[in-house]
């Protein structure tokens, strides 16, 4: 048993984007805890392995204070922040 934090902190001049990628755990929370900000939506595809790992699936759009949780290894990637 672990437990291990990756912290990004998406802001212009600093990290804008994070490319589709699956983590190293069971599961994954996102957390919003950012301004007011455009873009840097939550981009998923399928579950690695499966047939449609590489297919976009859903884009969930951050809001301050929420939390969205999935598979470790589902492909998800994090679109550039615009502002």
């Known amino acids: 048993d672990s437990h291990h934090t990756f912290i990004v902190r998406y802001k212009e001049g600093e990290d804008l984007g994070l490319d589709m990628h699956t983590d190293d ?3 994954t929370f996102n957390l919003c805890l950012g301004r007011t900000f455009a873009g840097a939506g939550l981009s998923f595809c399928g579950v690695m392995g499966a047939p449609d790992h590489r297919k976009h699936a859903h884009t969930f759009h951050h809001e301050r204070g929420r939390c969205v949780w999935h598979l ?3 492909r998800h990637g994090a679109d ?3 502002s």
């Open 80 to 82: 550039d922040i615009k």
């Open 72 to 74: 470790g290894r589902q």
């Open 25 to 27: 755990s069971d599961v």
